[in-house]
């Protein structure tokens, strides 16, 4: 058990549909990250925060979105969704953001029908 | 663009066998080198890690072999047991303000009695 938590395990929703993934980090980690797992793309980085600020931003949608709250969990916000978006999304944390260990949740299984 | 490159896709190794995972990388800014290990249902977990100042490092029966030169690095399983049947993933990142991690696009390693 890495310490970070994500709700819910799994989702199922319909296209054009919006939904909302969770994650708490591991007490003390300040910098989240979300990835995107998919079967044909592997692990894709898809934007990081640090303390309730965003820093870092990879191959994020623009129908996705996320925030990082003064409690330092997380959400990312994935709207208008489509077939392709069915993928595991996976939380991770870390204590600083310069390249430390991170520390993966057990990841929210997506599927948009 | 894919900037981190791991071989084999999958692996089929005998108890006991040394297993051998490869990646290589594009980007020269890259310092932090580690690999994760994900069964199925989990999220990727950090298994061990190298920065470029050492050419090995060891934990167990796991090691990690970085040549800088000609931007590769690979995990070594020795002794492998059927326990370590998982996927493996490479990924690399760059030490900065906003550090965040390129993953390969994974190996799995089934290890036979």
């Known amino acids: 058990d890495s310490g970070v938590t994500q709700t819910p395990k799994h989702l199922i929703t319909a296209t054009g549909q919006r939904v909302t993934l969770r994650c708490s980090p591991r007490?003390?980690?300040?910098?989240v990250y979300w990835y995107q797992q998919s079967l044909d793309q592997g692990l894709q980085f898809l934007i990081q925060?640090?303390?309730?600020?965003?820093?870092a931003k990879g191959n994020i949608l623009e129908r996705f979105s996320a925030q990082q709250f003064p409690d330092l969990h997380s959400e990312l916000n994935l709207s208008s969704l489509e077939l392709g978006d069915s993928a595991l999304y996976f939380c991770?944390?870390?204590?600083?953001?310069?390249?430390?260990?991170?520390?993966f949740g057990p990841g929210t299984r997506l599927t948009v029908l | 663009q894919q900037q981190v490159k791991q071989s084999p896709q999958s692996l089929i190794v005998q108890k006991g066998g040394i297993s051998i995972i490869n990646c290589a990388y594009e980007n020269t800014a890259f310092d932090y080198f580690p690999w994760y290990q994900q069964f199925p249902g989990k999220g990727p977990a950090l298994l061990i890690a190298i920065r470029p100042d050492v050419s090995e490092k060891k934990e167990g029966r796991f090691t990690i072999s970085f040549n800088k030169s000609a931007k590769q690095f690979s995990l070594h399983i020795m002794d492998s047991q059927p326990g370590d049947s998982a996927t493996y993933f490479c990924a690399a990142g760059k030490s900065g303000t906003a550090s965040k991690l390129t993953f390969g696009t994974g190996t799995r390693l089934q290890v036979t009695l």
């Open positions: 925060y640090y303390n309730g600020e965003e820093r």
């Open positions: 007490s003390g980690d300040l910098s």
């Open positions: 991770a944390s870390s204590v600083v953001p310069d390249t430390d260990t991170q520390y």
